[in-house]
């Protein structure tokens, strides 16, 4: 087990406080998920597509291996096939599981995005990309080839359309345990940021309107008394059409409130607009840092600071929050990109709301990874986490200076956290 960092729990508590004064409904489960798998409502449509049946088997609060293994062992008979999507946290667990599981004559399917780092034992078939009917057609049918099943992407706008709606039997019992729901209107991402682990796609993909509304329908009736969504779109506003099917599909079911993410190059007069007729309270910004020439070399673009700026007091003028992505640990980070961050961080506190703050994790489907591979020296992956210290060594600080500078950042937010609350109160 990874015990809580003490300064990042004490901010996300002020956080928790300062989300639910705008958003009352809001709350962090105690010892839970804050939202559910929802790969396992993507899977049992695929399955269901197939014909195949399927059953879900909740191991969060499962002690080790050996009780993950025998609970699944009791579900299932030899020749089943078991769908994996570990985490980097339970990576190992999961391996060994599997491992297990075809030793007892089940099937195993890796996929994730810690998939492409297993070896070729350590699953029955192995998925690397973005999973369709064919694919998983392919992924329960037996073979004699090898198991790595790789989907490449197409850069672009995907011609195809997903037409399925997530079937979300399996996670009912999630009803009235997490605050938020997430939705899709499009999957995958155009933006090239090295850093981002949804930049493997290179490609969107969009979803049709009526698979939307089905889903929202299926929402209303298995969540009816969560109303606020998460959209998944990893930047809202890259499609207009799939704007509008968010907003055709919920001119007609009034009542819910909506939280985006986007990047700041795609903030334009239509997209606000599109983003106050939904009803959008928050907007999430992926910010990483203020040294815009570090990220511009990562891959990630911007015209600037003053541009930055501009963009949240429009978003801030429409009555919406922002919450900034502020990531520490990058590779390229130095002693004057963090100064720059925790300043510009105070100096906009009268339009930054909040901030999620990461510390970075080499993920093996990052634009960066290769290159960072022979820099990683911790190779155990319960140690892969975003609220711990960096597993490589970065190229201008040592580990160790890397983390005491991510704790510096959320001192930083603590502060005006802090302060904001002690204003509230004089006031």
């Given at each position: 087990?990874?015990?809580?960092?003490p300064?990042?729990?004490h901010?996300y508590?002020?956080?928790?406080?300062e989300f639910a004064?705008?958003?009352?409904?809001?709350f962090?489960?105690?010892?839970?998920?804050w939202e559910?798998?929802?790969?396992?409502?993507?899977?049992?449509?695929?399955?269901?597509?197939?014909?195949?049946?399927?059953?879900?088997s909740?191991l969060g609060r499962m002690?080790?291996?050996?009780d993950?293994l025998?609970?699944?062992l009791?579900?299932?008979?030899?020749?089943d096939?078991?769908?994996m999507s570990?985490?980097?946290?339970n990576?190992?667990?999961?391996i060994e599981?599997?491992?297990g599981?075809?030793?007892?004559?089940?099937?195993t399917?890796?996929?994730?995005?810690?998939a492409?780092?297993?070896?070729?034992?350590?699953?029955?078939?192995?998925?690397?990309g973005?999973?369709?009917?064919a694919q998983?057609?392919?992924?329960?049918r037996p073979?004699?080839?090898?198991?790595l099943l790789i989907r490449?992407?197409v850069?672009?706008?995907?011609?195809?359309r997903?037409?399925?709606?997530?079937?979300?039997?399996?996670?009912?019992?999630y009803s009235?345990?997490?605050p938020?729901l997430r939705?899709?209107?499009?999957?995958?991402?155009l933006?090239k940021?090295?850093?981002?682990g949804?930049?493997?796609?290179k490609q969107?993909?969009?979803?049709?309107?009526?698979a939307?509304?089905r889903?929202v329908?299926?929402?209303?009736?298995?969540?009816p008394?969560?109303?606020?969504?998460?959209i998944?779109d990893?930047?809202?506003?890259?499609?207009?059409?799939?704007v509008?099917?968010?907003l055709?599909?919920?001119?007609?079911?009034p009542g819910f409130?909506?939280?985006?993410?986007?990047?700041?190059?795609?903030l334009?007069p239509w997209?606000?607009?599109?983003?106050?007729?939904?009803g959008v309270a928050?907007?999430e910004m992926g910010f990483?840092s203020?040294d815009?020439?570090?990220?511009?070399?990562g891959g990630?673009?911007?015209r600037?600071?003053d541009?930055y700026?501009?963009?949240?007091?429009?978003?801030?003028?429409?009555?919406?929050?922002v919450?900034?992505?502020v990531?520490?640990g990058?590779?390229a980070?130095?002693?004057?990109s963090?100064?720059?961050?925790?300043?510009?961080?105070r100096e906009?506190?009268?339009?930054?709301w909040?901030a999620?703050?990461y510390?970075?994790v080499?993920y093996?489907l990052?634009?960066d990874?290769?290159?960072l591979?022979?820099r990683?020296?911790?190779?155990?992956?319960?140690?892969w986490?975003?609220d711990?210290?960096?597993v490589?060594t970065?190229h201008?600080l040592t580990p160790?200076?890397?983390w005491e500078?991510?704790?510096?950042?959320?001192?930083?937010?603590t502060?005006i956290l802090s302060?904001?609350?002690a204003g509230?109160?004089r006031?």
């Amino acid at each position: 087990m990874h015990a809580p960092q003490p300064d990042l729990s004490h901010y996300y508590k002020l956080y928790e406080r300062e989300f639910a004064r705008d958003l009352p409904e809001y709350f962090i489960p105690d010892g839970g998920l804050w939202e559910m798998p929802l790969w396992v409502a993507h899977l049992t449509a695929l399955l269901d597509e197939l014909s195949a049946e399927s059953y879900f088997s909740d191991l969060g609060r499962m002690p080790g291996a050996q009780d993950c293994l025998d609970a699944l062992l009791e579900v299932s008979v030899a020749g089943d096939t078991v769908l994996m999507s570990p985490l980097a946290q339970n990576f190992d667990l999961a391996i060994e599981v599997s491992r297990g599981l075809k030793e007892a004559g089940r099937r195993t399917v890796l996929g994730g995005n810690m998939a492409p780092l297993a070896g070729p034992t350590d699953a029955t078939r192995i998925f690397a990309g973005q999973l369709g009917i064919a694919q998983l057609r392919e992924l329960l049918r037996p073979s004699s080839g090898g198991n790595l099943l790789i989907r490449p992407s197409v850069p672009g706008i995907n011609p195809e359309r997903i037409d399925w709606a997530p079937e979300y039997r399996h996670l009912s019992g999630y009803s009235g345990q997490v605050p938020l729901l997430r939705l899709n209107a499009s999957h995958g991402c155009l933006y090239k940021c090295g850093f981002c682990g949804d930049a493997w796609s290179k490609q969107l993909t969009l979803v049709e309107n009526d698979a939307i509304a089905r889903e929202v329908d299926q929402l209303v009736e298995r969540f009816p008394d969560t109303k606020l969504i998460y959209i998944g779109d990893k930047t809202f506003g890259q499609s207009r059409e799939a704007v509008a099917n968010l907003l055709a599909v919920f001119a007609e079911r009034p009542g819910f409130r909506f939280i985006v993410q986007t990047h700041v190059l795609a903030l334009n007069p239509w997209v606000l607009d599109a983003m106050s007729e939904l009803g959008v309270a928050v907007v999430e910004m992926g910010f990483e840092s203020a040294d815009t020439e570090l990220l511009r070399a990562g891959g990630k673009l911007s015209r600037g600071l003053d541009d930055y700026r501009a963009k949240l007091e429009k978003i801030d003028a429409r009555g919406m929050r922002v919450v900034l992505n502020v990531m520490g640990g990058l590779a390229a980070e130095t002693e004057d990109s963090h100064a720059q961050t925790t300043r510009w961080l105070r100096e906009c506190a009268d339009v930054v709301w909040l901030a999620n703050l990461y510390n970075f994790v080499p993920y093996p489907l990052i634009p960066d990874f290769e290159a960072l591979k022979p820099r990683i020296h911790d190779w155990d992956f319960s140690h892969w986490r975003e609220d711990a210290p960096v597993v490589f060594t970065p190229h201008h600080l040592t580990p160790e200076r890397s983390w005491e500078l991510f704790i510096e950042k959320v001192g930083a937010m603590t502060e005006i956290l802090s302060g904001r609350t002690a204003g509230a109160v004089r006031g």
